[in-house]
């Protein structure tokens, strides 16, 4: 008899459960947010090469103050003007039946410049190259701030799978009912975009474009079916 009690006991507790089971619908749903960058950077260096360590260095030491000279003067100065590598490297002779000699040395200084107008970018390279650059690392368009573009593409992302959710349940014949879960899957954080570029002195100004930065989402939304 207590045995029997329990069973229908444990009949009863599961019931509830079972009725309150509804179908639902999962969707995943996309975005992406186009804008231009409004901050760039623009790497510059000076080599130079000379018989021995300490006229190459001094000779790079001067053409490096003259290219940070010219960048003042055109409207760039610390701190977003700032070193990023300093070397010094031995100049080897390899010949064919012979043991490489040192026949002198380079030394290098790169500077960073960064920009918060990134049109300005073409005015920089043209200063730095007419004091003397001659080496470049490219440059890179960033957004100094990707959170507002980042809420931006997450938004559409939910919009999107609520609305691709919604196609599927009127395919059933159905309506979409309580949601019971939205997640982020992913978001893209844009990282800096580089362009490659030769250095060359030149009476033209260098055009340059920044293009767009793009950030993208993922979000997946569930719903009842009612």
Known sequence: MRRGLLVVLAVMLAAPLVAHARNT???????????????????????TDAPTAKEALEKNARAMTAVVAALAQAGFTPPDVATRAVSLTPVMDHRQGAEPMIVGYRANNTVQVKMRDPASIGRALDAGVAAGANVSGGIAFTLADPRPAETQALKLATQDAQRRATAMAEALGMRLGHIVEVRAVDVERPGPRYETMAVRAGATPTPIEPGLITVRARAILKAELR
């Open 25 to 47: 619908v999962e969707a995943t749903g996309e975005a992406e947010v186009s804008l231009p960058p409004d901050q760039a950077m623009l790497s510059l260096g000076v080599t």
